[in-house]
């Protein structure tokens, strides 16, 4: 079959009949029914195209679609890194990515709306120990090097991004971005590498931003739909995906993210929670929390607190590690028994308990020394909202700065999306997310590879 060329791609998503065909394919991904995200779907990535070839010009070569999806951390904060459990989802927002081989040792790559087109010199990738904190290409330097770390040449390619997936939002944005470029090198390349491994080479692209971070977020993204993963064994992390549903239990998901947020600057915040972790465990001649049994944590709990080097905030952040693995085993298992009365009465209320002990014990509501902030007031004005107490709102990802996930019932959506973007003066700030596919190719045309 021939190379599915820019040009082709092109003329594909301008003619009419073919519209049927788009939709289809990206009904999977996005709620194709309304009609609004519908235009804008099919908007956006004939916009990639067409910047794509603004960018690159024509080649004979083909050019192939991958994306890759954020994720919302239903519970389990901040017990990856510590080889604990946690419950993830794929969410709507994604990064989509156009790429094809330049013929070069080269990585030409732009992202909308972050500035002019960088080149990567694939000869020349940079160490962790260089890292360039907070620029975004350092992740697309990361994967490259990690992809050939495991002795996987990357060719020299053209890339344009679109990210939707928004930064700082507690949705995780630079797994969605990592997973993205690093389902477009192992597809075009034929690297045959499994999501476990892709997933590890997001993780370890993280440094090279400046961050460290748990396999959470790469394996939510990579899986997609609802899946809970024990990372006690790293090499091996046990996960199951799971079949959930929440509009069957009279439940959606919303998200919800202040305006005018970031974190980059709080990566001291995030590193620390995982360091006090460690630090506690190393009393135990241990490398994390995982490998120290509960009851012999307990014995010498009254210790630590007296110990002037490890101090309570070590305490309560081990405290919180232990009980969010018993919670999300709790979750885990009555999602898997099923039935909307479960998912009230055994799953809504641990999800709560799970943001108040991250609220109180990982003091990651609110920015480092301080009492309030965005976090906090948003958790404070969910909840508040509806006085049967029927909303559960929790912090999602790192915290300190970011977003919440609440869980509202149907019944009071519409008004309760209506009210909190009056109050935030952005329809951007409340999105209500849908469970989706994990990352992967987009074939709208037939194509030989």
Known sequence: MAATTITKLKTFFNEKENLGTIVSKLEPFYSMSDSEVREDQINRYRSLIEDFHETYKHSQRSVRIFRAPGRIEIIGNHTDHNGGKVLAGAIDDDDIVAARFNGTREIRVKSRGYGDLVTIDLDNLPSADDAEDGNWVS???????????????VEGMDLYIDGRVDDGSGVSSSAALNMAVATTFNEMHNFKLDKVELSKICQNAEPYYGKRCGLMDPMASAFGGVITIDFKDLENPAYKQIEVDFAKSGYAAVVINPPGQGHGDLTDAYNGIRENMEAIAGKFGKDRLCEVPFEAYEKRRSEFLGDGALGEGAVMMADHYYKECERVDTVVDNLCLGGSQRFRHFVLPEIRASGESSRDNLKNYCPPNETTGPIKESVERAESFDDQGRI??????????????????????????????????????????????????????????
């Open 139 to 153: 992740f697309v330097k990361g994967v490259a090097k990690e992809f050939s770390e495991r002795g996987r040449k």
């Open 392 to 449: 559960y709102s929790r912090v999602t990802g790192g915290g300190f700065l970011g977003g919440t996930l609440n869980f509202v019932p149907i019944e009071i959506l519409d008004p309760f999306v209506k009210e909190m973007r009056k109050v935030y003066d952005s329809d951007e700030a409340v999105k209500v997310y849908q469970i989706r596919p994990g990352a992967c190719e987009i074939r709208f045309m037939n194509s030989s590879k």
